[in-house]
């Protein structure tokens, strides 16, 4: 079945304890993003990454990493989380960027709360 | 399951009825618009897109509108069941350079009255 999976589905942690948030999809898509929603706000892309060793930062990067080194995972990384990233987190692949597609698959999300 | 938003906009709609949500967009360079539906403890899940060259796309018992002349989409959804209850979000795509990028609404949410 093709899906995009993250892990943990919830985690709560403390302030400055880092955490890494997976995610992996099964299409063999060349594009990847992370995004965050809170209430009001939608949902706002952190980074995505267009292939494997490129990243770039979205609307509201600050606070996170992430790294590209397989097509298929694209972890987000909290070095210091702080309790303004208590969110809902997706990661979303689609299958390319310019002329490749653009509908973009999500998967279930991650709830995070830093205490 | 995970809430999106406490103080969604909220369209009520009794089953069987059609429903009609509705989307004001940002950016008249925007090339394709996306719609989304979203089910408590879910990620959001296609439902249909349109590209700016169309002003109507039918699917099954979805129907998307776009208005570039008032930068406005709306997503009808005929005889609407349970099942439809959900939060429903609209993104438009536009271009830097070589990357695309999603921009998307804050949602509405649809409850489906018996």
């Known amino acids: 079945e093709a899906q995009v999976t993250q892990n943990p589905r919830y985690l709560i942690t403390v302030t400055g304890k880092k955490l890494t948030v997976t995610c992996s999809q099964n299409m063999n898509h060349e594009y990847m993003s992370w995004y965050r929603q809170d209430p009001g706000l939608g949902l706002r892309q952190i980074y995505y990454s267009m292939n494997v060793e490129v990243t770039d930062k979205g609307d509201v990067p600050e606070g996170y990493k992430v790294s590209r080194k397989e097509k298929r995972n694209f972890p987000l990384i909290l070095e210091s989380p702080s309790p303004n990233q208590t969110s809902l987190y997706f990661c979303?692949?689609?299958?390319?960027?310019?002329?490749?597609?653009?509908?973009?698959?999500f998967g279930a999300g991650t709830r995070l709360s830093v205490l | 399951g995970e809430s999106v938003g406490l103080h969604l906009p909220t369209l009520s709609v009794q089953e069987g009825d059609n429903s009609i949500i509705n989307c004001a967009y940002s950016n008249s360079a925007s090339d394709y618009f996306i719609w989304y539906k979203q089910e408590s403890g879910k990620g959001p899940q296609f439902i249909i897109d349109i590209r700016s060259n169309m002003d109507k796309r039918q699917g099954q018992r979805v129907t998307v509108l776009l208005n570039k002349t008032v930068k406005h989409l709306s997503l009808q959804i005929a005889a609407t069941q349970p099942g439809d209850s959900a939060v429903y979000f609209c993104a438009e795509n536009s271009r830097t350079g070589t990357a695309s990028k999603l921009t998307f609404g804050t949602g509405t949410r649809l409850q489906v009255t018996l």
């Open positions: 979303a692949s689609k299958r390319g960027n310019v002329g490749g597609g653009n509908i973009q698959y």
